[in-house]
């Protein structure tokens, strides 16, 4: 029970962040956001780690670096992959690979799943795909190229779940700070890259150009206006709830030493795009489509067979 209470809450945190960082993304570079975000998410684990201590070891830094480069290579592939082609299809793709792959692994390995989990967990990759669809209003075609950026992406984030996974169960937060400060120092290093081609190819940078961030004064003037402060929450906000998820997600994982809590985990925490489509409805007051609801309510269903299993 307390496994999938830890994947679910996981899964929605996640989300929340999701919800937040695509906002932010309205007005910053996605790779900027997601760098700042990384960085910002450093403070809670550190706080954690002083609160609630934790152990550093060669293993623990291996893996939690292996999350941390795992993380950054499919945040960066996802973006290329939604930059070129519909999100309708791709980031579903991305979702399934993520929830699959550290599933696969499992069983590869000799993990043995009952039928009524098995029957589970099939219904929960459905309800991923089926809560992960969105509308496409720009009918972007689906390309090979886009097609295998999205699994690729979705295979890193499955990763992350492998890496957390095989850290040892008495170091506590210490890989994910581990993971944490080398995903901000990749990111952060993306980002500069992409703001100096963007500079040299002569073009607005969204992060310097007060016109693309809404307004006519100057960037430093408009981060400190009302606009540019809420900016500036919602991107801390986007941090601390990642952090906080990859929190729930590791502690899942060391919950139980069921074989079958490593496949459990990584459904479940592919379940994230319900957090932010609630969040959207409740914010921004979009509309959930009957496929979503739909999702939401096989995922219900399947959490629930999951902890009874």
């Known amino acids: 029970m307390i496994t999938v209470l830890l994947g679910l809450a996981g899964a929605l945190v996640y989300g929340f962040a999701d919800f937040l960082g695509g906002v932010a993304s309205r007005r910053v570079r996605p790779v900027a956001v997601a760098a700042i975000a990384a960085a910002v998410g450093i403070v809670p684990l550190l706080v954690g780690l002083a609160v609630f201590g934790g152990r550093f070891s060669w293993q623990g830094t291996l893996w939690g670096a292996a999350g941390g480069l795992a993380a950054s290579v499919a945040v960066l592939l996802l973006y290329a992959a939604l930059a070129i ?8 793709v991305t979702a399934v690979f993520a929830a699959v792959v ?54 890193g984030f499955g990763g992350i779940v492998l890496a957390f996974n095989e850290t040892p169960s008495d170091s506590g937060i210490a890989p994910l700070v581990v993971a944490r400060v080398l995903q901000a120092v990749l990111l952060g290093s993306a980002a500069a890259v992409s703001a100096l081609a963007v500079r040299s190819g002569g073009a607005a ?24 402060r809420r900016l500036i929450w919602v991107v801390v ?20 030493g069921d074989p079958a809590t490593l496949p459990v985990i990584s459904v479940l925490n592919a379940l994230y795009p319900i957090g932010t489509v609630v969040l959207a409805g409740v914010v921004l007051r979009e509309r959930l489509t009957a496929l979503q609801g739909a999702g939401i309510v096989l995922a219900l269903g399947a959490s629930v067979t999951l902890a009874l299993a």
């Open 85 to 92: 082609g519909p999100m309708s299809v791709l980031s579903p």
């Open 102 to 155: 550290p599933v696969v692994v499992a069983l590869v390995r000799g993990t043995v799943l009952s039928p009524l989990a098995v029957g589970a967990l099939v219904v929960a990759v459905v309800a991923v795909v089926l809560v992960a669809a969105v509308r496409d209003p720009g009918g972007t075609r689906v390309t090979a190229r886009g097609l295998v950026l999205a699994a690729v992406a979705g295979c």
């Open 205 to 228: 940078d969204p992060v310097t150009s007060a016109a693309v961030a809404g307004s006519a004064v100057p960037p430093g003037r408009w981060l400190r206006s009302a606009d540019g």
């Open 237 to 256: 906000g986007c941090g601390v709830f990642d952090a906080l998820a990859n929190v729930c997600i590791q502690a899942g994982l060391h919950s139980s």
